[in-house]
């Protein structure tokens, strides 16, 4: 079945410091990978994603992912987060057999100034 | 453009009690979905609508939950006698969904802020 693990409940950085946010997949055929970001009382909105080709993808906002399917990882990076960045991050997982996203339970970012 | 939008944002409503929540895609948009997200929990998948019918409403979470969607546009999740575990953000999407990747990516609403009391 499928599934997305986002092992990292809250995470706290600093600002201008690097960022790496997790995500594990588990899918029976070649996924697709999608990062999105949910501000304090907003829809959810799509930072990225990936289907096939170069595993390292570029996103908004100065995001980017790395799909590693050795690893079944599609882990989010940034190398200097803004406090602007606070949000929940939210990994999700489709593919051919499906017509639905599958969703982890989300990573809460904290920004100390 | 428009984005996708929900109405209303926020809904108190007292047990028992049957509510509808709206949602309204973005123009051309044949993919609908309805998620819900509970408090600290991740997003659970409700129904998906392709057109006006609804290919997978496996994540519907009991009787009391339907949804409609006419005219290819605007969608209505309602939830009948209410129960206060049924208190949570009710998410919408939309996707252009005519086929492949296309499908995939999903627009959504700021969502309709549930409260049973």
């Known amino acids: 079945a499928q599934s997305v693990t986002q092992p990292d409940i809250h995470i706290t950085v600093s600002e201008g410091a690097s960022l790496e946010l997790r995500c594990n997949y588990s899918?029976?055929?070649?996924?697709?990978l999608f990062w999105y970001v949910q501000s304090p009382g907003q829809g959810l909105q799509l930072l990225l994603k990936?289907?096939?080709?170069?595993?390292l993808v570029q996103g908004i906002k100065g995001f980017e992912a790395e799909f590693k399917r050795s690893q079944s990882s599609f882990n989010l990076r940034k190398p200097s987060v803004h406090w602007s960045d606070a949000a929940e991050y939210f990994c999700a997982v489709g593919g051919e057999n499906t017509d639905k996203l599958i969703f982890g339970t989300g990573t809460r970012l904290q920004v100390f100034p | 453009g428009a984005g996708v939008s929900q109405s209303p944002s926020n809904k108190v409503t007292e047990k028992g009690k049957d509510v509808e929540l709206r949602c309204d895609p973005i123009?051309?948009?044949?993919?609908l979905y309805w998620y819900r997200q509970s408090l600290g929990q991740g997003l659970e998948f409700l129904i998906y609508?392709?057109?006006?019918?609804?290919?997978?409403k496996s994540g519907l979470p009991s009787d009391r939950f339907s949804a409609e969607r006419t005219g290819g546009s605007v969608s209505t999740l309602t939830i009948q006698r209410t129960q206060q575990e049924d208190s949570a953000v009710y998410l919408c999407a939309s996707s252009l969904g005519t086929s492949g990747r296309t499908t995939y990516e999903q627009y959504f609403g700021p969502g309709t802020r549930l409260t049973v009391t």
């Open positions: 990936y289907f096939s080709g170069d595993t």
């Open positions: 123009s051309g948009h044949t993919a």
């Open positions: 899918y029976g055929a070649t996924p697709y």
């Open positions: 609508f392709q057109g006006n019918s609804a290919p997978d």
